[in-house]
């Protein structure tokens, strides 16, 4: 199981910034600007509340989905001989 403090201190340490919530139930965080990233992502922080599993879950898969988009787009620019901006 994922700490949902120590998941939102990555994403904060990543760029997310925290744009909302319901206080003991969730936070919600936006995407670090450069992204381009449209949306929200909510970060369940009541272990205990049954939707909790299902909410980190599809967190993660948020994420996954941006990784590997961010990877493919990345290999498109290396296959072309430019360099991906770190």
Sequence with gaps: MIDPAALVAALTAAGFTTVGGRSGAYTRMGW???LGERGTLVVSID???PEHESMTASLLLQLR???????AAG???AALGEEVAA
């Design 32 to 34: 670090p600007p450069h």
């Design 75 to 77: 290999a498109v620019l």
């Design 47 to 49: 272990p205990t509340a």
């Design 65 to 71: 989905r941006s990784a590997e988009a961010g990877a």
